[in-house]
Every structure is written in C-alpha cells, then in structure tokens.
C-alpha cells in the first residue's frame, strides 16, 4: 500500500475517535525514515490509547503492519512507526513541549485533500 492511502486511513482513524488537531507533515524529501508524519491530540489517557487502537485496527484491516509503537501505556506520547507513515498521538502537555511541527518545519505541512 502506497504511503499516500497509508496517511489517509490512519487520519480517518484518528477522526473516527475525534482526535484533535490532526496534521500531516511530508518529510520525504527531507529524511529517509519516513515520507509522512502524522500528528493528533487526545484530551486524555484512554482517549489516546482509543485512537493508537482504532489507527492500528483500521491499518491493520487493510494489510499495513506497524514496524513498532511507544508509550501506549503511559498514553502520553504515543509513537506508531508504519514504515513509510508514523502516526504520534500526544495529550495536550506533550505536544506542545515537543513541538514536532517547528522541529520538522522544514517539511511540508499538506491538508489531508492534497492526499
């Protein structure tokens, strides 16, 4: 599955549960990990864990394994590596101190219809 349709369900996964804030970030000209990050909030513990459960289900049903996640359990950061797409899931304290979108400002931050 193309990176493109990775970000698409893994966004609308995030949607579904209501997550907040969801960005994407087209780093693939910029670093060979990934071609895209996503980025979500979740108000609290269960919620991030809900939405790290409904992406990992949605990709999962469309054959896309995740390479690896971090955090689920203290659902304060959660990183979801999917190879060509990793999803972060953050609470409201986290991402704003790790400010992913200045540290990979050099990306290209898309609307999820130029997917």
Known sequence: MEAKEMAKLAIQALEDKKAEDVKVIDISDISTIADYFIIASGKNHSQIQAL???VDETLERAGVTMKQTEGYKSANWIL???GDII???FDMENRLFYDLERIWRDGKEIERDEL
């Open 52 to 54: 790290c459960d409904n």
């Open 80 to 82: 979801m590596d999917y």
């Open 87 to 89: 999803v972060h899931i």
